[in-house]
Every structure is written in C-alpha cells, then in structure tokens.
Nanobody, 123 residues
C-alpha cells in the first residue's frame, strides 16, 4: 500500500513559480504528476522512474521539472513560467511497477493517487 500526500499548491500570477511536493509512504517504482482542470480530461504532466529518467508533456517541457528525494521519500514538481492554462488540480500518482516510457503519462497505469492540490494562475 502506498499513500501520497500533495502540498505546495496556491495562487500565483502568470510568469511566477510554484513547487509542489508529494510525501510518499511505501515503495513506488514509477511516479508522476497529473492535472485536471474543470471540464477537461486528466492530463499527464511529468513522470519519473526509479532510475531518475523523466518524461514530460509537451505543454510543460522547459518549464516544469520533476524530481525526487529518496532520502525524504518526497516527489517534487518545480513549475516555472506559469501560465493561466496551467490552472488545475494537480495530483501525485505512483505505481509499484516499472512503467514503459510511453505509459508514464497515462493515468490509468497508476495504482495509487493523492488527494490533489490546487494551482491557480492568474493573468
């Protein structure tokens, strides 16, 4: 069983930055960040495997960075140059399997989910 607790969301103006954190209890080989805006489908944002290899959605490449601190059992998402279209509920997800690269941004591939943290970017 893996438990995930996100934090770090908030309101920021366009061009600003936020860092999301996800405290992880239990072991997860694959981890990712997803987001869902009202009226839209869930979108994979970034993912990381146990080797540290990362995958990003095209919409956030060059602006967001996913990382993990194994000593602190914490997953991070550094978000820079935020845009109003980044506004969404952000979720941390984990899976005990090693997901192939082309599966890492697909939400149904993940078994465990956090409760989400809201990010609001104003123009």
């Amino acid at each position: 069983q893996v438990q995930l607790v996100e934090s770090g969301g908030g309101s920021v103006q366009a061009g600003g930055s936020l860092r999301l954190s996800c405290a992880v209890s239990g072991y997860a080989y694959s981890m990712g960040w997803f987001r869902q805006a009202p009226g839209k489908t869930r979108e994979g944002v970034a993912a990381i495997g146990s080797s540290g290899r990362t995958t990003y959605a095209d919409t956030v490449k060059g602006r967001f960075t996913i990382s993990k601190d194994n000593a602190k059992n914490t997953l991070y998402l550094q978000m820079n140059s935020l845009k109003p279209e980044d506004t969404a509920m952000y979720y941390c997800a984990a899976d005990p399997s090693s997901l192939p690269t082309n599966y890492r941004l697909i939400g149904i591939r993940y078994k465990y989910w956090g409760q989400g943290t809201q990010v609001t970017v104003s123009s």
